[in-house]
């Protein structure tokens, strides 16, 4: 027999607060697995300071999970030619020791560019690149952007200047399934990191913008008067790369 308590515990108000309470249990768990993401790139940026620990992208998780596998050798930061870590700062990121993970003057640029209607030119600083490849994904993308920067800021916080470039420089992209200047080196020219030359270093550090079409060993005319540009600006780097290898570093 069904008495009134009965009716009242199941009927359609009990039901219906039932269901709030399981959507409201179900929006928590969303949340906190949405906070956990956006923090998780933190406390991995903590980590990473740690130079025991050798990152990987999310690019080189990616090719793991499609089954591709990839080719990366990890190299400290004192095995890497400075031909080559000069090269990459002159063409990537001339500012990398003066700014503090952003620079705030090219940003300007871009968005006033934006703002006019006109074509943006790139604004990436290494930090923002590297807290791209480790945490995020690649593509045009506000969202991406509005992520980048902070963690981009964190990293170069956290991180001395050094440490930030052997991770960017042994997570970075050279051709399908090359990751990192070891394995770049040695694919493209059959060298070691430490072997490279001022003009294998310009050709390497013109193709990271777009490593899948600028292959490195087999360069374009165009291709080699960039490169021409930014091997003789990484012969008047002295002053740009002292937070490397000066004594103003970190």
């Avoid at 249990?25 to 949405?34: E, K, N, S, T």
């Avoid at 190299?75 to 503090?100: K, N, T, Y």
Wanted: hydrophobic letters at 45%; proline letters at 5%.
């Amino acid at each position: 027999m069904v008495t009134e308590a009965g009716m009242e515990r199941d009927g359609p108000i009990n039901g219906y607060r039932k269901r709030s309470a399981g959507g409201a249990r179900w929006f928590r768990r969303i949340a906190g697995l949405l906070l956990f993401v956006l923090l998780a790139p933190y406390l991995l940026i903590l980590l990473y300071r740690i130079e025991l620990i050798r990152p990987v992208s999310t690019p080189m998780l990616a090719d793991l999970v499609m089954l591709r596998g990839y080719d990366r050798q990890w190299v400290e930061f004192e095995d890497i030619s400075p031909h080559l870590v000069r090269s990459v700062m002159m063409s990537e990121d001339g500012q990398f020791c003066a700014h503090d993970g952003i620079d705030w003057a090219q940003m300007k640029l871009v968005v006033d560019d934006a703002l006019a209607g006109e074509t943006t030119r790139g604004a990436s600083t290494i930090p923002m690149q590297t807290a791209k490849n480790l945490f995020l994904w690649s593509g045009r993308s506000f969202v991406r952007k509005a992520l980048e920067l902070p963690l981009a800021m964190a990293s170069d916080f956290v991180w001395s200047k050094e440490r930030m470039m052997e991770i960017y420089l042994n997570i970075a992209e050279w051709g399908p399934g090359i990751y990192g200047i070891e394995a770049a080196a040695r694919h493209h020219f059959n060298v070691s990191a430490s072997e490279l030359g001022p003009k294998q270093s310009a050709l390497l550090a013109v193709a990271l913008p777009n490593p899948l079409e600028r292959v490195a060993s087999k360069p374009g005319n165009g291709m080699r008067r960039l490169a021409n540009v930014v091997e003789r600006r990484a012969r008047q780097s002295g002053a740009y790369v002292t937070c490397l290898y000066g004594d103003g570093g970190r």
